[in-house]
């Protein structure tokens, strides 16, 4: 094993310890606290469990070095997929992910580290209504099983509780810290939250991002009306926080200048360019070389005013009458002004903290919109409007950016990608987790055969997209020639469900020894499928879950191959060296760049069928071929 050289403390100059500190920080915010290092939070976090009594400037609450700590642990769990309940699996890009998220953020921390650009959450506000997941540290995913196999209404979380709000902190803090490391450098998340845990929010994440990564407090005025049966004030706003991941890599892209939002822009003599509007082409102070004499089209003389000269050189402004860039009003007779058009103003409208319903829709107003999607019934209470989650992709997410969100509910989430994605042409994706919460029993959604919560948000998905799909059909048909077609919008999903692995290894019970070797020579579970096992070994492998698949035969056995030949799987049973011989062939073919050293093989166990001259032999062709990293499950 390598050694890590640790250099001597004197040697180390104050810039150094400056540096090191900055580098600790990136990788553990919450352990700098006021420019100190917190050892006893680094101890935790590096595993050496300590007690956390002494006071600090810290939100503390009972039970967070327990939260912290479970952030650290692995999953035992998995993600099968689920063809039959996605949209289009053969070509989307888009993840419907049911499970307690806690859970699958943790199986998605090798995929999608550092992947996502943008993660947009409503999570439960703790108002004492909502229940708030409790996770069980033992073993959380046994936890899951036993509460999602039943079909009960999931307790609230009572202010009654001595633990009311270290409950939902304990909830919150291992899924923001998880959350953090899949967001990309200039990543961002938004986290919608009222009065009940903004304070806390705000802390929390002051520790995981960082106090200097905090963006804004956004208020959503959710409210149009007043509810008068209030003792005191009518609340009419959430909050929205907004953290980055790294304050100096982000930037914000800005609200879009559209003809519709801006109605300065204007286009009185048909530019080609499309739309502008004219601004000062006298500025000051006077530079003597930028004062001439300009003639208008109407042959008026015209020079700046008094101190002033114009923005150009004679040169340039010759160059800029030849574009037709500057205009003199409709008649040709007025002082010159510059043309701006929209098309190259970059930088789009600051944004400001306080977000309007006018602007983005209220509380009542999603209501109505997802009521109308569904034919007038009311299967979700308290949507998001679709505007408010659009409003967060158009600040922060690029034209190709993941987009996540692990308390996804309706699925609004997705539904504002798609709509963004046809308005502005891009290809942004979206992972939405939901857990499988029962809908109520005396629900309109349940009346209607919806038993949980994804069932609705699935069916949301399907027709939100045709929809878009129309509306995108019909402005063609409206705008015919003058319009481009617009780019294949993806309103497909790729549905997985989290279950326990499909390798027995994790259900072994050492106080059984003959079951646990059963178990481990005939290692997976015999209820999973071969599709089952192909995603484990992605999530295990860190390649992402819509990466294409592609399918060979070699000697009648299935092969698949990803990632031009980065991970090549076969989970056939009665193994040939034949295989082995195809699996080299099929690389070097898919794998024009020669061989890699990162190419991956990975065969089942009990494929061998317990010989071990098919199991050496087939090591040895793969070596001949240039594969050294060999795997079985
Ligand atoms: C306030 S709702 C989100 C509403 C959503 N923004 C929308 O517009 O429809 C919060 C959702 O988080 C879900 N949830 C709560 N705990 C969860 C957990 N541990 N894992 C996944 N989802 C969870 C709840 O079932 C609920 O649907």
Redesign the pocket.
């Known amino acids: 094993m390598q050694k890590t050289n640790i250099p001597q403390a004197e040697s180390k100059s104050a810039e150094l310890v400056a540096q090191n500190l900055e580098q600790l920080k990136q990788i553990f915010p919450e352990v700098i606290k006021e420019g100190r290092v917190d050892f006893e939070a680094l101890n935790d976090l590096l595993g050496n469990y300590g007690d956390t009594a002494e006071e600090r400037f810290a939100l503390n609450w009972a039970g967070k070095a327990n939260a912290r700590r479970e952030a650290q642990k692995r999953s035992t769990g998995t993600l099968r997929p689920c063809p039959e309940e996605s949209m289009d699996w053969d070509n989307t890009e888009n993840l419907y992910i049911e ?4 859970e ?1 953020l943790k199986l998605l921390q090798k995929s999608y580290h550092s992947r996502v650009k943008m993660i ?6 703790n108002t004492g209504k ?4 409790k ?1 069980n540290y033992a073993d959380n995913m046994k936890n899951y099983l036993e509460l999602t196999g039943q079909d009960k209404k ?1 307790s609230t979380n009572t202010e009654s509780d001595g633990r009311y709000h270290s409950n939902w902190l304990n ?1 919150m803090y291992p ?1 923001l810290k998880l959350a953090r490391n899949l967001l990309t450098d200039d990543g961002v998340i938004f986290i ?1 939250i009222d009065d009940n845990e903004v304070a806390n929010l705000r802390k929390v994440c002051d520790e995981i991002f960082g106090e200097e990564n905090f963006v804004a407090q956004l208020i959503w005025e959710r409210a149009f009306a007043p509810v008068n049966l209030k003792k005191h004030f009518s609340e009419s706003h959430d909050y929205i926080l907004c953290f980055a991941k790294n304050l100096d890599t982000t930037s914000c892209n800005g609200l879009r200048r559209t003809e519709d939002a801006d109605n300065r822009y204007q286009n009185p003599d048909n530019d080609p360019r499309g739309v502008w509007q004219s601004d000062n082409f006298s500025v000051g102070p006077r530079i003597i070389e930028k004062v001439y004499e300009i003639t208008t089209p109407s042959g008026r003389k015209v020079l700046p005013p008094e101190g002033r000269c114009w923005l150009l050189t004679q040169k340039r402004y010759d160059e800029f009458v030849k574009d037709n860039r500057i205009w003199y009003g409709s008649e040709g007779n007025g002082v010159p002004r510059i043309k701006r058009f929209l098309s190259e103003v970059k930088a789009g409208i600051t944004p400001m903290t306080l977000w309007k319903y006018v602007e983005v829709g209220h509380s009542q107003d ?1 209501t109505q919109k ?1 009521k109308q999607l569904f034919d007038g019934n009311d299967f ?1 209470e ?4 679709v505007g408010l ?1 659009q409003r967060c992709l158009e600040l922060y997410s690029n034209e190709d950016s993941i987009i996540l ?9 997705a539904h504002a990608v798609m709509q963004l994605n046809a308005e502005d042409g891009g290809n942004r994706k979206y992972i939405c ?3 499988p ?1 029962p809908t109520p029993e005396d629900s309109e959604a349940r009346k209607a055969g919806y038993i949980t ?1 994804p069932e609705i ?1 699935k069916e949301r998905i399907r027709r939100a997209g045709k929809k878009i799909l129309e509306e995108q059909k019909a402005k063609v048909e409206k705008e015919g020639l003058f319009t481009e077609e617009p780019k294949k919008l993806d309103t497909g999903f790729k549905v997985f469900k989290l279950d326990s692995s499909n390798i027995n290894e994790w259900d072994s019970d050492p106080g059984n020894l003959e079951t646990a070797l059963n178990k481990s020579l005939f290692n997976i579970k015999t209820d999973r499928s071969e599709d089952d096992l192909l995603y484990e070994i992605l999530i295990k492998y860190g390649i992402e879950l819509t990466e294409k698949i592609n399918s060979h035969i070699i000697d009648e056995k299935t092969v698949y191959e990803m990632g031009a030949g980065s991970l090549i799987v076969c989970l056939a049973d009665s193994l040939s060296t034949a295989v082995a011989e195809g699996i080299g062939k099929l690389y070097k073919e898919v794998s024009p760049e020669g061989v890699d050293a990162n190419c991956r093989v990975v065969f089942k166990e009990t494929g061998f069928n317990g010989s071990d001259e098919v199991k050496t032999n087939t090591l040895l062709i793969l070596k001949q071929h240039g594969i050294t990293n060999v795997a079985t499950v």
């Open positions: 499970g307690d998220n806690l699958v947009y959450i409503d999570p439960p506000y909502d229940f708030v997941y996770d999931l909830m899924r919608s999603a997802l979700f308290y949507p998001k409007p989650i969100d692990f308390f996804s509910g309706s699925a609004t989430t987790v939901q857990l919460e919560i948000a």
